[in-house]
């Protein structure tokens, strides 16, 4: 069995809960183990640029530290994604935001974040920039909230209302959840909308489920 350690990359005990809480049906349908863990010394969220600087290091020498066959980083800002998947290339490291994108690609012409606030939307198009995927960004909409406020169920209604505005205003034909707290939308708001809905983390251990399944990392183990 393998190991896929999801790392929360903040201090919030109840955000790691959550995001564990919507990979429950993931586990059933894998043999490998997935972990959940946080950081204690990070901020309570990660919701500005200098959180994304702060946390980025700590995420490397976690991730490097755990040993496990497979890392997710999930923030949405994928703090740290590069330099540790530099540092680990016999093993998939994946951001939560980037497998996400890839995952919309698949689903709809066009995506739409739904993000927690300005700082936020200017980081993801940074993302979205490098990756080459602006064209087939629909829009990215905040809803003003820190990131436990979006992991509350009173948040569903504001949450909801930015979504819906992706959908009729801008196009969007596949919704991205813009943080890993917010995965507990998921089910209610596809229902709501009729468009696809993806929760980041759970289209990121997806794929890292996939990369062990087939063994995509064999050669870099064996020294092929």
Known sequence: MS???VLNPNSSG????????QLDAQRSLTRHEILCGDLPDAPAGIESDADVA?????????IIAAGADAGVIACFSDPGVDVTRSELSDRPVIGIAEAAYYAALQLGDRFGVISLGPSSIARHAAR????GLLSRL????DISMSVAEGNRPESFGKICDTARALRDLDGARVIILGCAGMGLHRAALQEALGLP?????QAA???????LDLEYY???KTGA
């Open 3 to 5: 190991r896929i350690l």
């Open 14 to 21: 109840a955000i790691t809960a959550s995001i564990s809480a």
């Open 54 to 62: 702060l946390v980025a290091p700590m995420v490397r020498d976690r």
């Open 128 to 131: 979205i920039a490098d990756l």
């Open 138 to 141: 629909a829009g990215d909409r």
């Open 197 to 201: 809905v993806i929760d980041p983390v």
């Open 205 to 211: 251990v997806a794929s890292a489920v996939a990369a």
């Open 218 to 220: 064999a050669l870099e």
